[in-house]
């Protein structure tokens, strides 16, 4: 016979705070990355990484946030298609002016661990 162990459900008494942010006037890195601080949960005396813990982030005025040097002119995001020769750029410019909650989503997407959390950590980002 076989030793079974407990089955222990560490999301039982999780408390997520709301965080609400105003982007206006806001450096958009370090904005970014004080999101994805939160939504790892990291600001918490109990955060540990393999545990899911973090806070839910809402975020206004994303359209007003603001980008330090050139990057607004010079830096591009990339995707492919997956066919030869399919890659596709974009300029943060061209998609502020039309999205700008992408970018700021993009940005704390990037910032966030590479593991299976991420996906349940983005989700609970709030951009309008």
Known sequence: MALQWPKLNLYKNMERTTHKIDASGKIA?????QIAMLLQGK??????AHIDGGDIVEVTNVAAMKFSGKKLETKVYYRNTGYPGGIRTKKVKDMMET???TVLR???????????LRPNMIKRLIVS
Do not use: F, H, I
Request: net charge positive; glycine share 4%.
């Open 29 to 33: 890195g370090r904005l970014a990355s």
């Open 43 to 48: 600001n918490k005396v109990t955060y540990q």
């Open 99 to 101: 999205e700008p909650a």
């Open 106 to 116: 993009k940005m704390v997407y990037l910032m966030l661990p590479k593991n299976k």
